[in-house]
């Protein structure tokens, strides 16, 4: 029996005494869970060299071990407790237990095991449950746990520690039953106050009345002459009108309760100083108060504490004495932040003021309702699909033309700065098992292209101009944005779906592999996965997937794209659990950072597809707009490539252009060039005007030639028709309905 998990490393950072105490009782523990306390003691001795990790063996290598040592267990972990724990200081460990209290924030449960844990340390003895007991008598913050420990001197640690936990609870559960049994009949927001002066009105200074609510009329905008006196009562109706204009600048920091609207107060805890303090959340607030009692609490009484001309006031006028502000760090979730504290004199509950609680991510800001949430559980269910590289299971095979001439293309060098991340990426790359290396002699060698990724990461592809040449193609028939569309009639619902590392998952059979050889500076690889580069490669891809998932009703293949659609969300919801069904059957993953699941509206081929039609993307006409004025024959060729397959642009006069940039005569001498490159621009730019109608009205002019309208047409035919520059009446196309 053996345990394939086996224990972390030790961790050689923080308090190494106590690190190595806790990895040696796990340590021990390990040995008896797998049974190897059974086996030999050389083998027990390599176990614990083994899981100590690299800096744990670095020690070992500085004992003087004799042979005779080296097989011996006790003594190994003689040796390295001599080596982590330095002479014990029993006057200093007594100490610190004799001056340990009970923190602010910390359970009684919390302050009993340090005490055990620092009793330990002391070497007490059959005094350490007495001691101890003593320490909790001594410790507690409460005064009445306290007093019902010194009424009982008989009492064992167990019984005393049972004591204090029921007060603990009993206290708990009377704060919940006050809570809920309170009625609140007077409002108590807490504001800030800057110090300013009144107003200046005609050469006095105008003051509101202490206590009196200014009622704004609603009809003439104007404050009534007369001011209210505020009862301690909130009633319906009387609720002022607050505007940013406030005078005086007061800021909230507090929430207003009465018997009618009583909200359950919120609480979160943070760590600051190592010591757990219990915050409330006010999302009203704008700002942090701590007390100063607090502050002592956390250990924090000798913090630099700044002046500060704020002033913290209660809504009947009270003032809050306050000390000072300082910046303090919070740990929340594993991370620290600095925040700012007002320091008040008051007993006053901590409070995390709104701009905090963001910042903490304590709360959130929505803007929408995301309905992701909805297929969180369909994710989980089927997260083996949503992760790693997939394996399908026939391997495909490169067919070459007859009489086909191996080809052995040279090694082109890389730039020094991209060396480093190439090596990386061929290391990761040979790790999955998408490439390995070449030891023998290969009649193909292809040339290596790398490009860069959206994040920032390296992608490695095959130049195979040579090989291109003699690979017999599939000829698998790829659908075209028209044909899918066609089928999504009554579809409201949809979603999609990307194949992670699309052409990797194909496997290449060994034929095939060695095709695929390519040099890099670091010698030759050879792709065991169907690379990128291949000419046939889209047609095989689109081919498999097409195959895998012909029988999912409501799905769709383009390449490695998917969409998944239904006329509602059940039916939706039907089909995407058959295709990630089909999925997982057949061994095919997906990127979940780029699937979408669920949507009214999504994003497909370069176009946006919803229950109303298909529509331009905006990234697009922002990419059209932002063309830049072509200055040469290879600009006017980009900037037709680049709008070539565009939906909603007519394409006739770009094709005319394209002949233009074909003839060698147009481009000899750089005037000639300059002057036919701006013509180009000019019908480029009369296309981006187009583009923008389109998008504004559903289509273009020229887009589509429709049988002349006759005089007898309707009058909403006539609403639909529009006229070219040419004075031909046609129909817009409305390419907007699916």
């Known amino acids: ?355 905090s609680c963001l910042k903490l991510s304590i709360i959130k800001k929505i803007d929408n309702i995301n309905n992701k949430d909805k297929y969180d559980e369909l994710e989980k269910e089927y997260k083996e699909i949503f992760s790693g590289i997939g394996c399908l299971s026939k391997p495909y095979h490169i067919k070459l033309k007859e009489n086909a001439q191996p080809v052995i293309q040279p090694t082109r060098r890389v730039a020094l700065t991209l060396l480093d991340k190439l090596k990386e990426c061929l290391v990761e790359l040979v790790k999955e098992k998408i490439i390995e290396k070449v030891e023998k002699a290969t009649d193909w060698v292809n040339a290596l292209v790398i490009t860069r990724k959206p994040n920032g990461s390296l992608r490695i592809c095959l130049d195979p101009k040579d090989l291109n040449n003699n690979i017999k193609r599939e000829y698998c028939l790829i659908p075209t944005l028209e044909e899918i569309t066609a089928k999504l009639t009554g579809a409201t619902v949809f979603s999609t779906l990307d194949a992670t590392s699309g052409f990797y998952q194909i496997v290449l059979d060994k034929e095939s592999s060695d095709l695929c050889t390519f040099g890099t500076p670091f010698g030759r690889y050879k792709f065991l996965r169907l690379p990128y580069g291949i000419k046939s490669a889209p047609e095989v891809f689109q081919q498999r997937f097409k195959q895998i998932f012909e029988n999912c009703e409501g799905c769709d293949v383009y390449i490695d794209d998917l969409i998944v659609y239904g006329k509602n969300k059940a039916e939706h919801d039907e089909r995407l659990k058959k295709v990630l069904e089909t999925a997982k059957k057949n061994k095919v993953k997906f990127n979940l950072k780029k699937c979408h699941f669920g949507k009214s509206s999504i994003k497909y081929m370069g176009h946006i597809i919803s229950a109303k039609g298909v529509t331009v993307d905006e990234g697009t006409i922002k990419a059209i707009k932002e063309l830049q004025t072509p200055k040469c024959k290879e600009d006017v060729q980009r900037a037709l490539e680049y709008i070539r397959n565009r939906k909603f642009i007519k394409i006739n006069k770009y094709r005319e252009k394209e002949k233009i940039t074909q003839n060698p005569c147009l481009f000899n001498t750089p005037e000639r060039e300059e002057e036919e490159t701006k013509k180009c621009y000019i019908e480029i730019e009369e296309e981006k005007e187009d583009k923008e109608r389109s998008s504004e009205g559903g289509g273009t002019s020229e887009e589509k030639d429709d049988n002349e309208s006759d005089s007898g047409e309707s009058q909403s035919d006539r609403k639909n028709t529009t006229t070219t520059r040419s004075g031909r009446i046609v129909k817009q196309p409305e390419k907007l309905d699916l």
């Not at 190897?36 to 003087?64: M, V």
């Not at 004495?321 to 004199?345: E, T």
């Open 1 to 355: 029996m053996g345990d394939s998990r086996g224990i972390s490393p030790m961790r050689m950072s923080g308090n190494i005494a106590e690190s190595w105490q806790m990895w040696r009782s796990r340590f021990e523990n390990y040995l008896k869970a797998s049974e190897i306390t059974k086996k030999p003691q050389g083998t027990q001795c390599a176990q614990l060299l083994h899981y100590i990790g690299k800096e744990g063996f670095k020690i070992y290598k500085t004992f003087t071990i004799t042979d005779g040592e080296k097989d011996n267990l006790p003594i190994l972990l003689a040796k390295f407790e001599a080596h982590f724990l330095p002479k014990e200081n029993l006057s200093y460990e007594r100490y610190v237990f004799f001056t340990m209290r009970q923190k602010g924030g910390q359970s009684l449960e919390q302050f009993v095991v340090e005490l055990t844990e620092q009793a330990q340390k002391c070497k007490l003895g059959d005094l350490q449950d007495n001691l101890i007991k003593c320490m909790i008598t001594c410790g507690v913050q409460r005064n009445e746990m306290r007093e019902k420990l010194l009424q009982d001197d008989s009492l064992t640690l167990e019984e005393a520690i049972h004591q204090c936990k029921v007060m603990e609870k009993a206290k708990i559960q009377s704060k919940e039953m006050e809570a809920v049994g309170e009625s609140v009949n007077s409002g108590t927001v807490n504001l800030i106050k800057t110090k300013k002066t009144g107003q200046a009105v005609g050469g006095k200074s105008v003051y509101n009345a202490k206590d009196k609510i200014i009622v704004k009329c609603t009809k003439c905008a104007l404050c009534r002459s007369s001011g209210k006196k505020k009862l301690n009562e909130i009633t319906e109706g009387s609720v002022d009108t607050l505007t940013s204009h406030d005078k005086e600048g007061y800021l909230f920091i507090g929430e207003i309760e009465n018997k009618n609207n009583k909200e359950q107060a919120w609480f979160t805890e943070v760590e600051i100083n190592n010591v757990k303090v219990k915050f409330k959340v006010d999302t009203g607030a704008m700002c942090n108060v701590l007390s100063v009692v607090q502050l002592k609490a956390m250990g924090l009484s000798k913090i630099k504490i700044e002046p500060t001309t704020v002033m913290l006031k209660s809504y009947t006028g009270d003032k809050l004495q306050v000390k000072g502000m300082c910046k303090l760090s919070v740990k929340k979730r594993d991370k620290i932040f600095k925040l700012d504290f007002y320091i008040v004199n008051t007993n006053t509950p901590a409070i995390l003021g709104l701009e």
